[in-house]
């Protein structure tokens, strides 16, 4: 699931491996794309989240509904991405945005994808080559298989609140959660009934992962009793929720869902509770 630098350095030319560059900011759209031109990892390809790797954002839906899967799929062929590929996803460090991708193409019946850890900060760091010349698009033959990773609605999250049949995971920074500050949708708080637990929880002070045992006491904590099976990750739009399930496949503990339209999703009707503190 993890690739390191030195790896992906040593097998950089690999004819059977497409590395995929996500990086993407939240509040400055565009810097993702320039980021990019600028400079890359030699012979990544580029995947917008708000182009490539999210749906129209309709009403009632989040800010980040999950892509049309017809245009995914063809997006990912132009990347040549075939049933045997080898794909590594990355973006500036932690892994944040680049987890989408890998849970996109997980859930899309995809097993060999692995996230670049330390992202793109750390290869530079390395002093590792880059290259300013984006890839030639290819001919691949991904083929999608959506359904292959949980996903859980707003009408599920509504009927599972004051019972026990659902955990549900926020892995926004506990500021959002709390409600005290809300720097991009227009409603602060939390679902009732949801727990703390800010992806930033899973990374170390160098934006790596911490190793898959302190990872498990981590979760330990935070799922008591809980199979992880009754699990389910949110954030603001559906993004560094997928940091939650993959650092929880990575402690150990695969098949947790997605909560897909998250709390920009359940803030679209005012009659949904909304928790404070």
Known sequence: MLVSIDDLAAHLDDQDQVIVDCRFNLQQPEAGPRLYAEGHIPGAFYADLDRDLSGPKLPG???HPLPDVTGLQKLLSGFGIGPESRVVVYDEGGGAMAARLWWLLRWLGHA?????????????TAGLPVSTVPPARRNGSFV??????????????????????????DLRA??????????????????????????????????????????????????????????VCMCGSGVTACHGIFALELAGWPGASLYAGSWSEWIRAAERPIAHE
Do not use: K, N
């Open 61 to 63: 839906l989040g800010r």
């Open 112 to 124: 060999q994808v692995g996230l670049l850890d330390g992202g793109y900060g750390a290869w530079c």
């Open 144 to 169: 999608a298989r959506p359904g292959c990773m949980p996903v859980v609605t707003t009408c599920d999250v509504e009927a599972s609140l004051g019972t026990e049949q659902m955990l549900l995971l």
């Open 174 to 231: 506990r500021e959002r959660y709390l409600g005290r500050v809300e720097p991009i949708d227009p409603v602060a708080g939390h679902v009732p009934g949801a727990v703390s637990a800010p992806f930033s929880a899973h990374l170390g002070a160098d934006g790596r992962f911490l190793p898959a045992a302190e990872l498990r006491r981590h979760f330990s904590g935070l799922l008591g009793a809980h199979p992880v099976a009754d699990v």
